[in-house]
Nanobody, 124 residues
């Protein structure tokens, strides 16, 4: 079973930054689009960002555009989500997921491997 592992979550004050990481131990991320999703308390999971297998293209939800940056280091088999200017609405469990399809949608059915999630809390 393909599985991803997220890290880097934690508690931060509004305006602060965090960097999430996502890696895989049993398969190579190079061939996959990677997506970040999040689920806030009482809300459905939503797509936040995705990046193509080469890293040449990325996509961001309007709510995070200009604040979050998605990058990947295929040599380290790791992807990163740099989150800046965090606010309380960013509080959620963040998941990374791998898809064999293009980075053009956040259809969860397109993603074949998921991580367990990492908690991000933005609070003063």
């Amino acid at each position: 079973q393909l599985q991803l592992v997220e890290s880097g979550g934690g508690s931060v004050q509004p305006g602060g930054s965090l960097r999430l990481s996502c890696t895989a131990s049993r398969f190579t991320l190079d061939y996959y689009t990677i997506g970040w999703f999040r689920q806030a308390p009482g809300k459905e999971r939503e797509g936040v960002s995705c990046i193509s297998s080469s890293g040449a293209s990325s996509n961001y939800a309007d709510s995070v555009k200009g604040r979050f940056t998605f990058s990947r280091d295929n040599a380290k088999n790791t992807v990163y989500l740099q989150m800046n200017s965090l606010n309380s609405e960013d509080t959620a469990v963040y998941y990374c997921a791998a898809s064999p399809y293009r980075c053009s949608s956040y259809r969860e059915d397109d993603y074949v491997a998921w991580g367990q999630g990492t908690q991000v809390i933005v609070s003063s």
